[in-house]
Structures are given as structure tokens and as C-alpha cells.
């Protein structure tokens, strides 16, 4: 199983951005899939998860929008109003096993990373 991001970028404040996490090796439809992010010196925090509703953390809602592709096994997340503080690394997961589809533990599955740099 292979999770591939891409998408990522430098775009200054107030900018978009769409991430995508398409996967191989196995098919993930219903599955919960999620995205988190690590920014420098800082843990990894939820962004946004999908199953069959969607969910986001509070610094993202009304600004990001994750949706999913069950026919290309595609997760995305649509980033707009893009502020400094959304600079991070952001990883998609899936594979998820129970538990909050808001925590890291829950998923098996992680791709590699893409970066995003947003310019003040």
C-alpha cells in the first residue's frame, strides 16, 4: 500500500492550494482517510478526516474542504484563505483501524509528505 501527496507549494496569505493523496495496492472507498500536519518544532495535529462525514479541526474550519474520490482511490483538500500559520508538512493517512479519525494512532497507512509554505 502506497500513499502518494502532491500539491503542495509556496502561495502567499489569503491563497490556495488543493493537496491530493491518491492511493495504491489496495481500495479505501468508506474508509475513514485524513490529513494532518506538522509544522517545525511543533507536533503533528489533525486537519481534517473523511468516512462518511467529513470532519476538521477548529483552525481549519471554513477555510479548508476535504473530499474524496472513491473511483481514482483519491483523498483531496481544498485550502483556501491560506494564512502563515498553515505553513507545515502536510501528510495524508488512511487505512484507519477505529478509534477518532482525529488522531494519528488510528491510521495504518501514511503518505510521504508535501510541503506547504504560505508567505505573509
Known amino acids: 500500500v502506497q500513499l502518494q501527496a502532491s500539491g503542495g507549494g509556496l502561495v502567499q496569505a489569503g491563497g490556495s492550494l488543493i493537496l491530493s493523496c491518491a492511493a495504491s495496492?489496495?481500495?479505501?472507498?468508506?474508509?475513514?482517510m485524513g490529513w494532518f500536519r506538522q509544522a517545525p518544532g511543533k507536533e503533528r495535529e489533525f486537519v481534517a478526516a473523511?468516512?462518511?462525514?467529513?470532519y476538521y479541526s477548529d483552525s481549519v474550519k471554513g477555510r479548508f474542504t476535504i473530499s474524496r474520490d472513491n473511483a481514482r482511490n483519491t483523498v483531496y483538500l481544498q485550502m483556501n484563505s491560506l494564512e502563515p500559520e498553515d505553513t507545515a508538512v502536510y501528510y495524508c493517512?488512511?487505512?484507519?483501524?477505529?478509534?477518532?479519525?482525529?488522531?494519528?494512532?488510528?491510521?495504518?497507512?501514511w503518505g510521504q509528505g508535501t510541503q506547504v509554505t504560505v508567505s505573509s
Open positions: 495496492g489496495r481500495t479505501f472507498s468508506n474508509e475513514g
Open positions: 493517512a488512511t487505512g484507519h483501524r477505529g478509534g477518532s479519525l482525529r488522531t494519528g494512532p488510528s491510521y495504518t497507512y
Open positions: 473523511i468516512r462518511l462525514s467529513t
